[in-house]
């Protein structure tokens, strides 16, 4: 057999490959997705929150018949300590009206049917392969070699979509190995419950569902993000940690997640449940400033494999898909033009800074050295917090004004007075 | 040389629980796949393929989803795909299935010309009978050799294959004429790493569909309705006992057994 040549070849089927694979296709471009895992979605792991919006040009029709869960109508936020939480609940009936705000998905399922649109638009999937290198001709992308016989693949442009661990933006040169500190490890468990039981627990009927999103102290005083997610029969928990702090705190993933579980404002969400499936996978939460080099001649970088993560939305996978979406339209551009060099490429990064995609990476940019250097700000406020709510709402016969007199005693104890102002200050510089 | 090969999609076993109090197997979200067996069966028809020329064909009775299994084979270096689908086979005991898979066959001859040697996995990871290989075997008339682990020589002009075969005790070495039948374990081959193009023919390939439509059905043999076959109860069986194991001096070893089965023989006579 000769050459095996295509127009474009994608490396990863995760929603950033998708999506591009998807847009190039309907534009009637020759488009080859090699993907390692069985299938599109098998290795694929998210908490479960899918954003509507970011299909718009991918899927126009989304959800149609995509395999959706539950629509979002509550969002509860909690700062946790180990007994305890201080929450913050937004439901909204405009939560309701179509087109639904978010979903929760499964990514076993939703990836294997947006692989059905790219397939069903003309794109090629190639399931069980592995990407070993990139093929250049000098400092060009020229195309991608697989571990398989005859493997290689000659494309004008190579699209990396390969997730966190992108093993083409490295061997690129594009970026460095993950640092400890820019990636966390989430684990997440599919805890099968009752549609009853779900809709009753959470106070939903129907297809809506409630989040929960979790800061603060769960194990042994290390902070930790955490989440449960309603699905139609199950619920979706998981926990997540920078994976230095799990090496400084010793803490392994099980012992977490078994903490979460027994947390008691959690334990009663999943009373009776039955594990279906545990599942691991790596978030990239360094943020703009880990942020590789997104494009170079004949290449592009799309989605985890970009840091493209949103860590204090939980946003991902809406950007990985816009990434993806964007990417193709820089290829169809430059196709016009024959000539997909660097020089060219940069229209890619142009895209991006103009898209809600950069915009918020760079508003967050500073908070993971923020939260950092200021280990205090997840670890001791809800904690702080916590203890303040109990001893106010704790009658004993101590006045009012006592209590807060202490409360403010005890926080000037453990963290200070000027800190307190200098921490709030740079939370809002970093957030707000 | 045209070789037949029946492949069947199971739900991966690995990842089927059971629940203990009814005693039947948690299918649900458990991913289906090509029955083990049939890898290794593709796998050696390909070789054998690349060895002697020829072609491989791939046959599985099931519902659409089932060419996902064919696609595997395809992907494997099988060269065209048939998927015998239709209602009136649902509810098939092996009786049944062979009989919808012998008419299949024929099909398949009927359009691809005669074949040569038929192979189907030793048996199925989710029903475990083994009869349905042995079930197309006998209604060909053909010779069959079940639990193949080895081609040892194929011989086109005369005819005929010299074959290894497991046995329980042992191992066996046969020479059948062709066209013959297998069924096949796993330690046929080592399965090998496919070439890319293959994979990307096997996604482009067209899944050649049969149905009561265009294959010659005998309706009183398909299909639930006529599958007597009945599950009267499922239960765990008994640890087989391991044999123990006796040492000593050859008369000594012989005095052992003597004793060991001399109450068995005071009971028969
Ligand atoms: C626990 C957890 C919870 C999350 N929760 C949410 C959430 O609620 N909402 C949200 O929007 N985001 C969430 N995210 C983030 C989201 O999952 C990711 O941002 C998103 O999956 C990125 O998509 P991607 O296509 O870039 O990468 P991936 O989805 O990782 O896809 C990459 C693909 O490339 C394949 N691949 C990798 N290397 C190779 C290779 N060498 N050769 C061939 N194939 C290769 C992989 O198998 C994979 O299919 C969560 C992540 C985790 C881990
Ligand atoms: C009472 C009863 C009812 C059943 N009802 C259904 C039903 O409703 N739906 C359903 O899907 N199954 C049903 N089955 C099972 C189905 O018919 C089996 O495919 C068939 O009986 C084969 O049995 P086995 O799995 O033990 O295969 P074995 O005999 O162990 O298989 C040996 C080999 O035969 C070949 N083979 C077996 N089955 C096929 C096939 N379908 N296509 C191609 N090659 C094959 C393969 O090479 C396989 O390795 C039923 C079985 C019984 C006993």
């Not at chain 1, 955490?226 to 799990?246: H, P, Q, R, W």
């Not at chain 1, 196709?335 to 991006?352: C, I, N, Q, R």
């Not at chain 2, 042992?170 to 066209?179: D, L, M, R, S």
Request: aromatic share 8%.
């Amino acid at each position: 057999m000769g050459d095996i040549r295509y127009d474009v070849a994608i490396v990863g089927a995760g929603p950033a490959g998708l999506s591009a694979a998807i847009v190039l296709a309907k534009a009637g471009v020759k488009v080859i997705v090699i993907e390692r895992g069985r299938f599109p979605g098998s290795k694929n792991v998210m908490g479960g929150v899918f954003y509507t919006d970011c299909m718009k040009g991918v899927v126009d029709d989304f959800p149609g018949k995509a395999p959706v869960e539950r629509h979002i109508v509550e969002q509860r936020m909690w700062l946790i300590d180990d007994e305890s939480y201080v929450g913050f609940t937004h439901k909204n009936a405009k939560f309701d009206n179509q087109p639904y705000n978010c979903h929760t998905v499964f990514r076993a399922q939703f990836d294997k049917w947006l692989a059905q649109q790219a397939t069903g638009a003309g794109a090629l999937i190639i399931n069980q392969t592995v990407v070993t290198e990139p093929i250049m001709e000098g400092d060009k992308v020229v195309g991608i070699r697989t571990d398989r016989p005859e493997g290689d693949i000659m494309a004008d442009c190579v699209i990396a979509a390969d997730g966190v661990n992108s093993f083409i933006a490295k061997s690129l040169g594009f970026r460095s190995n993950l640092k400890k500190n820019a990636v966390a490890l989430g684990v997440k468990e599919i805890i099968g419950l009752d549609e009853k039981v779900i809709n009753d627990r959470f106070n939903v009927s129907g297809s809506q569902g409630v989040t929960i999103e979790m800061t603060g102290s769960l194990f042994e005083g290390a902070e930790a993000m955490a989440f449960l997610y309603t699905n139609k029969k199950s619920v979706s928990l998981g926990v997540g940690m920078i994976i230095e702090d799990m090496i400084e705190h010793n803490i392994n993933p099980n012992e977490l997640m078994e903490s979460l579980k027994a947390h008691p404002a959690i334990s009663p969400l999943i009373e009776g449940g039955e594990t279906k499936e545990y599942l691991a996978h790596m978030i990239p939460e360094g943020g703009y400033n880990e942020m590789p080099r997104l494009f170079g001649d004949g290449v592009m970088i799309a989605g985890d494999a970009a840091m493209m993560v949103n860590a204090v939305h939980r946003e991902g996978s809406n950007l990985a898909i816009t990434s993806g979406k964007l990417a193709a339209q820089t290829y169809l551009e430059a196709a016009e033009k024959g000539d997909f060099s660097a020089d060219t490429l940069s229209v890619y990064a142009d895209k991006l800074q103009e898209s809600f995609v950069m915009k918020d990476l760079k508003k967050y940019k500073e908070l993971p050295k923020l939260l950092q250097k200021n280990r205090h700000l997840l670890d001791k406020y809800p904690k702080l917090i916590n203890d303040a709510a109990f001893e106010l709402l704790k009658v004993d016969g101590i006045s009012k004004q006592a209590k807060q007199r202490s409360i403010w005693k005890n926080m000037k104890q453990q963290i200070g007075f000027t800190r307190m102002l200098k921490d709030l200050y740079k939370i809002w510089r970093t957030v707000g | 040389m045209h070789i037949l090969v029946f492949v069947k999609q199971v739900p991966d076993a690995s990842q089927v629980r059971v629940n203990y109090e009814t005693g039947t197997l948690i299918r649900e979200g458990v991913p289906a796949i090509l029955n083990p067996f049939e890898e290794h069966a593709v796998e050696e028809a390909v070789r054998l393929k690349d060895e002697h020329g020829g072609k491989v064909t791939v046959l599985t009775m099931g519902p659409p989803q089932a060419s996902e299994a064919l696609k595997q084979c395809l992907a494997r270096g099988a060269d065209k795909a048939y998927l015998l689908s239709d209602r009136i086979f649902a509810g098939s005991d092996t009786l049944a299935t062979s009989y919808a898979l012998y008419e299949g066959a024929r099909k398949i001859i009927e359009l691809e010309g005669d074949v040569d040697l038929f192979f189907a996995g030793k048996q199925a990871i989710d029903g475990d009978t083994a009869q349905t290989g042995p079930g197309i075997a006998t209604r060909f008339d053909l010779p069959l050799v079940t639990y193949l682990i080895k081609i040892n020589e194929i011989n086109l002009e005369e005819k005929y294959v010299v074959a290894t075969r497991l046995t329980e005790f042992g191992q066996e070495t046969v020479k059948v004429p062709i066209p013959v039948f297998f069924t096949v374990e796993e330690s046929l081959n080592v399965l090998s790493h496919s070439p890319l193009p293959y994979l990307i023919k096997a996604e482009k390939a067209k899944i050649e569909l049969l149905s009561g439509e265009n294959v010659n059905l005998d309706k009183q043999q398909c299909g639930l309705k006529h599958s007597p076959t009945m599950v009267k109860k499922a239960f765990t069986p008994e640890k087989r006992q391991r044999g123990a194991t006796l040492s000593g001096t050859l008369d000594e070893v012989a005095d052992q057994i003597a004793s060991k089965i001399a109450p068995f023989l005071k009971k028969v006579s």
